[in-house]
């Protein structure tokens, strides 16, 4: 009773009531939220608090909270303060406007409560600054400085280079050597001070951006209304990251000594040029990889893929799918119920494990930690083989999964399409709980086909997670669509792109079997067409690439029911 006189008689409080709880609306209110400017009572304490996970709440007796929040005043009637906020028009009225009928039908949210949305997207743009946006400036900072160092070494070497060639010469050259020489410090000025000027532009905007997420803590950390929405964001500038600049150094051709037309037999320098990749950086991602810290060696691609070795005999009718246990042996599976260990050297079978159903396998993958991991459609689970016992990882109620693949943080992630085949999502998972849903693109359109049989599914090395249904469909870790790739003219059989298992290597290239050509596609982590690895295939069903990248092709021709490795990286 005591409590209710003086939550009463608060000289703070605009209520004639007895206040209550903002939460349970039912009970006295007791405490208060700092944080969230809620009133609470002592049940519904630890419900709040549990909600807002990204919030620190500072959850206070309520005589002892902050001062009322100092609510915006309202432009177009004196004396009020805007308690509500319209969705429609996107400005704070008072209780005169709703009175006015001026916001009629239209939808009203507590201004409190908008607050939150702000504070809470000002939180997250916050964090991505921090987190993403600011690291990735200072890779690029550290990019381009050891480009001007190396570039420095480069041009120093090529000095060396044309040095050495003048020692052959005599003294009447000596005009000649110093004249190239000025060029070279020309070329490599003017290519010094473009990427010096790059670095300052970088350095400019990382310090705006610390600027920036000085501003956005101001505003999270302030219950003044009017300060809050007179920050403006300016993350999505910084979104998009500066050109890629890469300086291409002249080349000395040295001359043959004939005595006559020194300027031309000495050598003369090729050009030099500044290109600028708009794709050439990317953002910085905020989870560590067992392979942070390093970049993997840059491979370029042969010329002619070639065949290492081939497994001939794998006693299956049809061959569906293989995955890499280590660069020694490798899993398959095809038209029946047994998924088979071989020795990739000696083409040799290891071990043998059939499904606990009984049923084939529509994928099988290898874990992070080695263990097989296969989906079984027609029972609708996902199990992993572990000491050659079968465990039930997901059992999935009106969905049937297809595709599978382990992620580098040890997650799963599966497509499936629902029970009655007219829809298709994307679920990760940890261990059996469900983390994240991926199914339609930002104008609520379906991602993925459902009209196809074969669906496979693979994450690349920058986390992008890449889907062969229909055409290979990759989005980013959030689930946002970065592109659809159809196909590439002329194909090597001119027939039409049917896509079947997919794959990633260390360079972030996604491969792509393709059974009508006979081929496997490779595109960059953009989508952009590479090139066809085309030796001898006969309709290449499933794919996989060991760590050392090479490439293992499982072959479906009824006829050539082989596993290939293929090297077709330098």
Not at 126 to 151: F, K
Not at 454 to 462: D, G, L, V, W
Not at 508 to 530: E, K, M
Request: proline share 3%.
């Amino acid at each position: 009773m005591l409590q209710t006189q003086n939550l009463m008689m608060d000289p703070r409080t605009s209520a004639q009531d007895v206040m209550r709880c903002d939460l349970c609306e039912t009970a006295v209110v007791q405490m208060h939220c700092d944080t969230c400017l809620i009133n609470l009572c002592k049940a519904c304490v630890g419900e709040h608090i549990s909600k807002g996970e990204s919030n620190v709440h500072k959850v206070v007796k309520f005589q002892d909270r902050k001062l009322t929040t100092l609510y915006i005043a309202c432009t177009t009637h004196d004396k009020e303060r805007c308690k509500m906020y319209c969705k429609q028009c996107d400005i704070p009225v008072c209780i005169s406007c709703i009175s006015s009928n001026q916001h009629l039908g239209h939808e009203l949210s507590k201004i409190l409560q908008v607050l939150d949305e702000k504070k809470d997207t000002f939180t997250k743009e916050r964090n991505e600054l921090n987190d993403t946006v600011y690291p990735t400036y200072q890779d690029i900072a550290s990019d381009v400085q050891n480009r001007i160092s190396q570039l420095e070494k480069e041009y120093g070497d090529l000095s060396t280079a044309i040095s050495k060639h003048g020692e052959d010469w005599h003294r009447e050259i000596d005009k000649l050597v110093k004249k190239l020489k000025a060029e070279v410090d020309e070329m490599k000025n003017t290519q010094l001070q473009t990427l010096q000027k790059h670095l300052d532009e970088i350095n400019k905007t990382m310090s705006d951006i610390k600027d920036e997420i000085n501003s956005v803590e101001i505003a999270i950390d302030t219950n003044d209304m009017s300060k809050l929405f007179s920050v403006t964001s300016n993350v999505h500038t910084y979104r998009n990251l500066p050109h890629k600049i890469m300086p291409t150094l002249p080349k000395f051709i040295p001359g043959k000594i004939q005595g006559e037309e020194l300027s031309k037999l000495y050598g003369a320098l090729s050009s030099s040029s500044l290109t600028s990749d708009k794709h050439g950086y990317s953002m910085k991602t905020t989870q560590k990889s067992p392979e942070a810290g390093s970049s993997p060696p840059v491979k370029q691609l042969l010329d002619q893929p070639e065949t290492v070795t081939t497994i001939d005999n794998t006693g299956y009718e049809y061959l569906y799918n293989v995955a890499c246990l280590s660069d020694e042996e490798i899993w398959t599976g095809g038209n029946d119920s047994t998924m088979k260990l071989f020795s990739i050297n000696r083409g040799s079978l290891l071990k043998s494990i059939r499904t606990k159903s009984g049923k084939i396998p529509s994928n099988i993958a290898v874990t992070k930690s080695g263990d097989l991991v296969y989906t079984d459609y027609w029972h609708r689970t996902v199990n992993i083989v572990k000491n050659e016992k079968i465990e039930e990882v997901i059992r999935l109620q009106n969905w049937k999964p297809k595709g599978v693949c382990s992620t580098s943080s040890g997650d799963l992630l599966v497509i499936m399409d629902s029970k009655d085949k007219k829809q298709t999502k994307v679920v990760c998972y940890s261990g059996s709980t469900e983390k994240k849903t991926i199914q339609f693109d930002d104008k609520g359109k379906p991602l993925y086909s459902f009209d196809t049989t074969c669906t496979y599914i693979t994450e690349n090395k920058n986390r992008d997670i890449c889907v062969s249904d229909n055409a290979v469909v990759v989005v980013n870790q959030a689930g946002k669509l970065r592109f659809r790739y159809t196909g590439h003219t002329p194909a090597p059989k001119n027939e039409p792109f049917n896509p079947r298992g997919i794959t990633t290597d260390s360079q972030s290239h996604i491969l792509r079997a393709d059974c009508n050509n006979h081929c496997v596609h490779i595109i960059d982590q953009d989508g952009q067409f590479l090139c066809y690895i085309d030796c001898g295939l006969s309709v290449p069903w499933g794919l996989c690439a060991d760590a050392n990248d090479n490439l293992f092709i499982a072959q479906c021709h009824w006829l050539k029911r082989q596993v290939k490795k293929i090297r077709y990286l330098q």
